[in-house]
């Protein structure tokens, strides 16, 4: 994963993240608007996970192959 995929996508994934976080508090439970900003909130946190995991394991590696 190159540096400046991982840091456009970690971008979004905060946004996404913060945004339905804040809308989150403004919306009536149970509504339609809620579960879909509810998932995009877990969207949002798998984006940021998946992104983590990415440059975990990038790193490893180059750590492993220079290392050599």
Do not use: D, N
Not at 33 to 38: A, D, I, K, Q
């Amino acid at each position: 994963m190159g540096p400046q995929i991982g840091r456009a996508a970690l971008g979004w994934a905060a946004f996404l993240v913060l945004a339905s976080g804040v809308l989150l508090l403004t919306l009536t439970p149970g509504t339609p608007e809620f579960v879909v900003t509810l998932f995009t909130l877990c969207l949002g946190l798998l984006l940021g996970l998946v992104v983590v995991v990415g440059v975990v394991i990038t790193r490893r590696r180059e750590k492993r192959e220079g290392g050599s």
